[in-house]
T-cell receptor, first 110, second 118 residues
Framework: NAGVTQTPKFQVLKTGQSMTLQCAQD?????MYWYRQDPGMGLRLIYY???????DKGEVPNGYNVSRLNKREFSLRLESAAPSQTSVYFC?????????FGPGTRLTVL | AQSVTQPDIHITVSEGASLELRCNYS??????LFWYVQSPGQGLQLLLK??????LVQGIKGFEAEFKRSQSSFNLRKPSVHWSDAAEYFC????????????????FGGGTRVLVKP
């Protein structure tokens, strides 16, 4: 039982490049989330998926898109990366009451 | 809208001393409250949570937290700090009512970084 896994762990992009962050959970959770973490700001919700087939915007969705591929997988895409998207990205899933987090992806946009 | 405030950005404590981290929340109904810990370069680990019932909640690693509705607070405490407790701590609040369509979104405080002196 791996919990929530994320790939890659680290990534460096140039401005304008695109990439997809992958997230998978093996806990049979319905809901999944993407957050970004910036110093002094805690974690802010980018997008979430309450159940398979649905996605919705969180607090800071601009510049991102998501895909709920199936119940296990929830990906986050940056179509044209900007330096302001330099951050640590966390995926989480929930059993209706408690969220469980992946190890994070550290992204740097030059 | 719900919000969480952690007034202390940094706290330095001596090993063996007690620790208290403050958390104040704003939420109209009964909240779910959480404390998470993040060690350097790691993800977030759940320390404890409060849903209902006894307002003093015990968690892992010797931590406890007390829910005080009148003060809208959920402060985290540990009687005797170990060097391994050096980390960043996040308080979070979620809706106390499960809304299937909207999911159960967490709102986080800005975090408190704890440094432990030998």
């Amino acid at each position: 039982n791996a919990g929530v896994t994320q790939t890659p762990k680290f990534q460096v992009l140039k401005t304008g490049q695109s990439m997809t962050l992958q997230c998978a959970q093996d806990m049979n959770h319905n809901s999944m989330y993407w957050y970004r973490q910036d110093p002094g700001m805690g974690l802010r919700l980018i997008y979430y998926s309450a159940s398979e087939g649905t996605t919705d915007k969180g607090e800071v969705p601009n510049g991102y898109n998501v895909s709920r591929l199936n119940k296990r997988e929830f990906s986050l895409r940056l179509e044209s990366a900007a330096p302001s998207q330099t951050s640590v990205y966390f995926c989480a899933s929930t059993d209706r009451s408690t969220q469980y987090f992946g190890p994070g992806t550290r992204l740097t946009v030059l | 809208a719900q919000s969480v405030t952690q007034p202390d950005i940094h706290i330095t404590v001596s090993e063996g001393a007690s620790l208290e981290l403050r958390c104040n929340y704003s939420y109209g109904a009964t909240p779910y409250l959480f404390w998470y810990v993040q060690s350097p370069g790691q993800g977030l680990q759940l320390l404890l949570k409060y849903f209902s019932g006894d307002t003093l909640v015990q968690g892992i690693k010797g931590f406890e937290a007390e829910f005080k509705r009148s003060q809208s607070s959920f402060n985290l405490r540990k009687p005797s700090v170990h060097w391994s407790d050096a980390a960043e701590y996040f308080c979070a609040v979620a809706s106390g009512v499960w809304i299937k369509a909207a999911g159960n979104k967490l709102t986080f405080g800005g975090g408190t970084r704890v440094l432990v002196k030998p």
